[in-house]
């Protein structure tokens, strides 16, 4: 009887080769970056509330220079978080109905927001038609006194 002995290295996994065991370190190293990454991009609450404090600040209308185009981008961002909002309560997540509520009254609040912005807007418009207005005045005295006494 011949003893036939299996050759037995540590490194070996049982009937893989060295390429085997370096995709296994490759796919080990791979699935560590993958989770170190998951857990790294997680969205944590303190992230959400900074954020929330940021739209607070970009949708309010105190301190800054009342210009269209301005109010115009606080407008979007007040249509784009409404939207949010709603697909909230028409998606299947599990509010409670106090909730539900709360997202409600949050709606109301934005749309009345918008349309105080759309006011501002509105008065901003009235006052350039005005000055406007008044300047055309302006000119047209300006050319009636000119040729009153005499001038070009």
């Known amino acids: 009887m011949v003893k036939t002995y ?11 080769g060295r390429y085997s065991i370096h995709l296994f370190i490759k796919r080990t ?19 959400i509330l900074r954020i929330s404090k940021l739209v607070a600040y970009a949708i309010d209308l105190k301190g800054t220079a009342e210009m ?15 939207k949010m909002l709603e697909m909230m309560l ?20 934005l749309k009345a ?3 105080h912005m759309q006011l501002v807007k509105g008065s901003i418009a009235d006052q350039q ?15 009636k006194s000119q040729s009153a006494f005499g001038g070009d």
Request: hydrophobic share 35%; no cysteine; charged share 35%.
């Open 68 to 82: 269209e185009k301005i109010i115009d981008s606080k407008e979007s961002i007040l249509d784009s978080l409404a």
């Open 29 to 47: 190293l791979y699935r560590l970056k993958v989770m170190e990454l998951e857990q790294e991009n997680k969205l944590q609450e303190a992230d």
């Open 129 to 143: 038609q005005a000055f406007s207005k008044l300047y055309a005045a302006s000119e047209h005295m300006f050319k």
């Open 113 to 115: 927001n918008k349309e």
């Open 6 to 16: 299996k050759r037995h290295t540590p490194l070996r996994l049982r009937g893989q």
């Open 90 to 109: 028409t998606a299947d997540i599990n509010l409670t109905r106090e909730k539900k509520l709360y997202v409600i009254h949050l709606l109301s609040k």
